[in-house]
């Protein structure tokens, strides 16, 4: 796989093509590279609800209760997109963060063939002497790296107001209309 996709663009619409037909097996297999293959993603667009108190008219309904927004994630970063959203999500529900510091905290993404990556400082060493008991190749990276994914998520305020941050991993930024 490439960081940016085919490297083919479209020649009227100006977008770059997936590349992630490479994840299609090559032999027989039902995800074989042939018509009607179904390669697998990783994408995860993520609506986190909470209950919350609805001051109008609910379409077909009366005033009450409902499910509202809390959080909206996207990210890329392949097979890290996963874990980088649920580090997120974790860091503003289970530990009290802002969307900033849960979405620039340092990461773990542990793969099904025994790696893991770190990214600095994410684990004491102790930790890490243990990890390195158990996984077949520990992977250090330096704080922010790229290559721990990019997380892009709005908050919503129960007073309607909303943040939105960009990952510091990569270029973006968080704008409202």
Partial sequence: QSLFGAKVANGQL???????????????HPYRLSSG???RSNIA????????????AIPGGDMGRVREPFLVLGAAGSRRITSAILHVITGVIDRGMS??????????????????????????EPLLRQLEKRFREIMIRAPHSYSMGGVQAIQFG????????????????????
Avoid: M, Q
């Fill in 158 to 177: 129960s007073d309607r107001t909303f943040v939105g941050v960009a990952d510091p991993r990569r270029d973006g930024t968080a704008a409202g209309l």
């Fill in 45 to 56: 667009p993520t609506l986190v609800l909470r209950n919350g108190w609805c001051g109008e």
């Fill in 37 to 39: 293959c179904i390669p």
């Fill in 14 to 28: 100006g977008f770059l093509y997936n590349n992630y037909l490479c994840t299609c097996k090559r032999r027989h």
């Fill in 99 to 124: 969307l900033e510091e849960a979405v620039s905290l340092p990461r773990i993404h542990a793969s099904l063939r025994r790696k893991v990556h770190i990214e600095r400082p994410a684990v004491a």
